[in-house]
């Protein structure tokens, strides 16, 4: 344990740490471009010059590439690496171009900010500046090099750490290029980082090109709804409007990173179509009247079809706080199916999962990075759960063999992230004696439920897959409160009424039903059928909880207030001018709390937290946490 | 004595008066008579364009991010050729007070302050100036500027043609 003075601060850190993570351990901040927490470092930018005082190493060093050793004496604020670290700035600018005011980094640059620390503010170099010729990086991706200040995060996070082929660096000296060979759009699932990882404006968001600064976007803490996995990100909103979203770091989660899905589709926050009023046989009315008139359909469809003809359906992407109060709303409306999932092989393969997790055997994705065996089984995970492929391909950095095991684990998956796995017939080819931690990745879509039980009694941790970004929490609400799926409850053929919150139920299931009302942000064919809507606000409109596929509960904050757009308003001009204290479509309210009310207009129970009995703890579970397993509640 | 010297302090009182009574007064009858502000008078705000007709505003909110009162909003685009414009901007000027701190911000010379100081109106709403009633068609004080030719990036003419541009590199050239 090599022991160091960093700016009359004593350190002493792991061996093989370098002298700029021991400085950021003692928040003493090191200016840097090229190193990065995730990717290392590159000693490429020479910004982070420190003066070694005495010790085994003298004079101006770079920080990142020198190991901590015992006896130094490191100084950050010494006037010679200070104007070491300003002429490298200088330079670095020599050929930035001018054009901050038009370029989408202004105001989160790192090259800007320490250009700005650095005092540089007066070009002394009288040359002309390099250009290059961008390419067309497709719809995601804004590709600007004349920015560029050769760091090499972007390469080496491509190719290195998340296995792409196709960008790459070419030319030589001071005209590096990064960019793929050809025009076209970049092939990586993870494609979307580039636009966090360069330090300055070379890559940015083309879905949000031009459409606001730093500082005017609403965000807070996220967890994305994509897929099951539950990866930390921080949404960025302005004028209603959802326009971007950025990795948030969670180390066990998901690292610093999200796949350009998590990133990229969150259109349906957005789109002009999302039920926004409550509607009542399709005339518009208040909240108030539409709570009204369900409680008296409600008894209506019990005197017509008898008691037990109602059908309370949630879903995987409900939040766990509606999830939770769906049991009391079925016992208050006497309801004769409690469905937390549509068909019947997701519901039976979510709640044996979910008991096997519950034995605490689950991986989280930093323990399949950090595996040495990794069993990839039915499934494929570019399309159920992408990040878990970079999981995959850091453990295979490190030399662990990947199993490719069922016919519903194509090859392709892995070669996506240059993973060299092994394809085998049967779970029971792995060799797992031989391995300290095998993970095995189970899809839970096309395994049957004798899969999960074998896994059950299998010498590795288990990471499943599901559907939706709260299935966990659905399948142990639906294991504890015997729920059904709604296929079978609906083949039973008694239900004659649908209180559907959130559920994503096909159009052919709701045939034959006389009554449905919906809960929903979403347009689903519930809600196009009902004749009760209630909005709902959506993920980033609502403080929640998810409980991802290992089984941690993850709080999400709300981002922005619920309501039409400024940008779909009035499409020729400006916003109009007119004060309102809730703009249009702003009246929806969280599920949970639409819930709580049926359940109180049905049974006079008042409801403040739907955190109760074993869920209490998770009331002041904070959203900037790693989250709480939930077989440590 | 103390009567002795109120009767001084009511003397001097009227004398102030009466030697203004002959004096030409500083007032002027406005709305009939106005005064000639000086040209760098900061009033009405006004937004104007390039020697090529072009809009000067980028839309880059830092008018927004300088302003201490919050009055300009703004909802940057993207034009033709990569342009970034304002697709709408609105000042508040029954918030404004005229510092003149946007001015100073504007990377582009877009946002200028004219000596215009009528600003009263009867409904207050009739202060929310939006950009057609800002832009005008000239350069303001700087007849010359055009951001975009110096921008370095290519918007108002190929790439490498911009003024203390290089032309663009050939990454597959193998001359050192």
């Known amino acids: 344990m090599p022991k160091l003075i960093i700016d009359d601060i004593t350190v002493e850190v792991a061996e093989g740490t370098t002298v700029l993570e021991a400085a950021h351990a003692v928040d003493i901040p090191v200016p840097h471009f090229c190193w990065h927490p995730a990717l290392g470092k590159a000693g490429a930018c020479r910004v982070c010059a420190v003066k070694l005082l005495d010790g085994p190493v003298k004079g101006i060093q770079m920080s990142c590439m020198l190991p901590a050793q015992d006896g130094m004496i490191v100084s950050t604020t010494d006037p010679e690496a200070v104007a070491m670290r300003r002429q490298v700035i200088e330079w670095l600018m020599i050929n930035h171009p001018h054009d901050c005011p038009v370029c989408d980094e202004g105001g989160e640059c790192q090259l800007q900010d320490l250009t700005v620390a650095g005092g540089h503010s007066i070009r002394r170099y009288s040359g002309k500046k390099r250009t290059h010729v961008n390419q067309d990086l497709g719809p995601y991706i804004e590709h600007e090099m004349n920015r560029c200040i050769q760091c090499y995060r972007c390469v080496r996070f491509y190719q290195e750490f998340a296995g792409g082929t196709d960008l790459g660096v070419m030319g030589s000296a001071g005209r590096v290029y990064f960019g793929r060979f050809n025009h076209g759009q970049l092939q990586s699932l993870f494609s979307g980082n580039l636009v966090d990882i360069c330090p300055t404006g070379v890559f940015t968001d083309k879905t949000a090109r031009f459409r606001a600064r730093y500082w005017d976007y609403e965000m807070a803490p996220s967890v994305c709804p994509g897929c099951s996995l539950g990866c930390n990100i921080t949404p960025l909103a302005r004028c209603r409007e959802l326009l971007k979203i950025v990795a948030r770091r969670n180390d066990t989660v998901n690292g610093w990173f999200i796949c350009d899905r998590g990133r990229f589709a969150h259109s349906e926050v957005n789109d002009p179509q999302r039920p926004r009023r409550v509607l009542v046989d399709g005339v518009e009315t208040g909240f108030d009247e539409a709570l009204k008139a369900l409680l008296l359909r409600i008894g209506e469809v019990e005197e017509a079809y008898g008691t037990g003809s109602i059908a309370i359906v949630g879903s995987p992407r409900l939040a766990l706080e509606a999830a939770l109060l769906l049991p009391l709303l079925a016992e208050s409306a006497a309801a004769g199916a409690l469905c937390y999932f549509i068909d019947e092989h997701e519901a039976a393969v979510t709640q044996a999962a979910v008991t096997v997790l519950e034995t605490s055997q689950s991986a989280s994705m930093s323990d399949v990075g950090q595996a040495d065996c990794i069993v990839i089984l039915e499934s494929d995970l570019r399309e159920v759960g992408p990040m878990m492929l970079l999981a995959v391909r850091q453990a295979w950095k490190h030399g662990a063999p990947v199993f490719l095991v069922g016919k519903a684990a194509p090859l392709e998956q892995t070669a996506c992230v240059s993973v060299e796995a092994i394809t085998l017939g049967f779970i029971e080819e792995v060799p797992f004696g031989i391995f300290e931690k095998p993970v095995i990745i189970c899809g839970t879509k096309r395994s049957p439920v004798s899969d999960i039980e074998y896994l059950a009694r299998a010498e590795a941790k288990l990471a499943f897959i599901f559907n939706g970004p709260d299935s966990c929490g659905a399948g142990l609400l639906a294991l504890e409160h015997e729920g059904i799926a709604f296929r079978s409850a609906v083949a039973a053929g008694k239900i004659k009424g649908v209180i559907s919150i959130e559920a994503d139920i096909p159009e052919e299931l709701l045939a034959g039903i006389p009554f449905v009302a919906a809960l929903d942000w979403c347009s689903t064919p519930a809600v196009q059928s009902a004749q009760i809507v209630l909005p709902t606000t959506a993920w980033v409109e609502m403080d929640g909880t998810f409980i991802n596929n290992e089984g941690r509960a993850q709080r999400f904050r709300k981002v922005m207030d619920p309501g039409l757009p400024v940008k779909g308003f009035d499409p020729a001009c400006h916003p109009p001018h007119i004060h309102r204290s809730v703009p249009p479509g702003g009246e929806a309210r969280p599920a949970w709390q639409l819930v709580a009310e049926i359940i109180s207009g049905l049974s006079g129970e008042e409801i403040r937290t739907p955190f109760s009995g074993k869920w209490e703890r998770l009331r002041s579970l904070d959203a900037e946490s790693p989250g709480t397993l939930i077989h440590e509640l | ?176």
Not at chain 2, 137 to 144: A, F, H, I
């Open chain 2, 1 to 176: 004595m103390q009567i002795l010297k109120d009767i001084y302090a009511l003397l001097i009182g009227m004398w102030t008066t009466w030697k203004h009574i002959f004096r030409r007064p500083v007032t002027i009858q406005y709305p009939e008579e106005k005064r000639q502000p000086y040209p760098r008078y900061r009033a009405r705000i006004v937004l104007t364009r390039d020697p090529e007709g072009g809009e000067r505003c980028v839309a880059c909110q830092l008018c927004s991010a300088a302003c201490p009162v919050d009055c300009i909003t703004m909802q940057p685009a993207e034009g033709e050729g990569g342009r970034r414009y304002a697709a709408w901007f609105r000042i508040n000027f029954s918030r404004c007070i005229f510092c003149g701190l946007c001015a100073e911000a504007c990377p582009t010379l877009a946002i200028q302050m004219t000596p215009d100081y009528e600003l009263c109106t009867r409904d207050i709403m009739d202060l929310l100036y939006e950009k057609e009633d800002l832009l005008i068609n000239g350069c303001g004080k700087d007849p010359v500027y055009n951001f975009y030719h110096h921008a370095g990036i290519a918007v108002t003419q190929p790439r490498g043609s911009g003024g203390e541009e290089l032309s663009p590199v050939d990454v597959r050239g193998l001359m050192p």
